[in-house]
Every structure is written in C-alpha cells, then in structure tokens.
C-alpha cells in the first residue's frame, strides 16, 4: 500500500505531510485509501465522494482521526518536527469535516483530548519558524483553546488559555 500517495491524495493541500515517515502508518479502510489512490483523484470531496459510494460517509471522520493520532504519536514518541505543522492542519481540517457534517459533539470530544498536545508544540513551532509564522500558528492554537475553555468550563483549559496567551505576548515583544 502507498499510504503517503494515498494520503497526500485526500490532502493535496498539506505539502508538510510530504515529510511525515508514514511506514509505521497503518490506516483504516486500507482498500478504500488504495481505491481513491487508483481512482486519479484528489482531495477531500472526492474522497468523500468514494467513502459515500462504498463504505460510508463515516470512513472519512476515521480516517482524519486515525491521521491525527498517528501524527500525535510520531510527535509525542520521537518528538518529530515535521509533523508539527501537518498536526495543527489535520486537527482544523477534521474540525471543519465534523461539523459541516453536524458532528458537533464529536468535533467537543477531540478537541478536548487533543488541543494540549498543540499547546505544547507552539516552542517547537517558535524554535523553527520565523517570528509571523510562529505568531500566525500561536494565535490559531489561542482561538481553539478559547474554544475549549469557554466549551468545557474546566480550569485545565483555563490555565492552558492562560499559557497560550503569554506565550503569544512574549513572541509579539521579541
């Protein structure tokens, strides 16, 4: 299987996921992934067209599930760079996936598991990228952790707001 083709297909738009070891990748609905990759067409539509066709709408919420928790992994277990940026990507991509398919709730339960793991990847972010790339990435991790905080009223996310915020401040007086 060529997941990395298969998966740059769904996501032609991430050119960072070109960087991302994916051998140790082992996606769901595999015969789907190599049936859109046969198929010549890209993108997340016609993925979605093709799950619809054949498995189900619902393959395609696993399969960006399943992509993030593998970047995730390669972050927290190696402590990769190049799947930092792809991470906070899939993340709002599989947002915006879930709740244009009215999976709100679903889209609560991620972002509650997984928005502290892009908190901790803003200093890797900084160490790397100039000072308006970091910025640009610190404000968009800001307004998804605001968006847990005011969702979950949980002081976990609160000290995160807290973190995030004077973290972006300390970047925009450098």
Same mark, same amino acid.
């Given at each position: ?13 991430? @050119? +960072?996921?070109?960087?991302?070891? !994916? ?9 789907? %992934?190599?049936? !859109?990759? +046969?198929?010549?067409?890209?993108? %997340?539509?016609?993925?979605?067209? %093709?799950? @619809? +066709? ?7 919420? #696993? &399969? ?19 799947? &930092?940026?792809?991470?906070?990507? &899939?993340? %709002? ?11 709100? @709730?679903?889209? #609560? ?18 160490? #790397? ?16 952790? @605001?968006?847990?905080?005011?969702? !979950? ?19 925009? +007086?450098?």
């Amino acid at each position: 299987m060529r997941t990395k083709e298969a998966i740059m297909a769904i996501l032609p738009e991430l @050119e +960072e996921l070109e960087e991302v070891d !994916f051998r140790q990748y082992a996606p769901p609905y595999p015969n789907l %992934l190599k049936a !859109f990759l +046969e198929s010549g067409e890209k993108g %997340l539509p016609a993925f979605q067209r %093709l799950a @619809e +066709e054949t498995v189900g709408k619902e393959a395609v919420g #696993h &399969v960006l599930l399943s992509l993030l928790q593998y970047l995730l992994i390669r972050y927290r277990r190696f402590g990769e760079y190049a799947v &930092v940026k792809p991470t906070v990507k &899939v993340f %709002l991509t599989l947002k915006g996936w879930l709740t244009e398919n009215g999976l709100t @709730e679903d889209w #609560h339960r991620i972002l509650g598991s997984f928005v502290g793991y892009l908190v901790t990847m803003l200093p890797i972010i900084v160490e #790397h990228e100039d000072k308006e790339t970091a910025l640009s990435y610190t404000k968009l991790v800001e307004s998804l952790v @605001e968006e847990a905080s005011e969702k !979950f009223n949980n002081e976990y996310y609160d000290e995160l707001l807290t973190r995030v915020r004077e973290f972006r401040k300390k970047i925009e +007086e450098d």
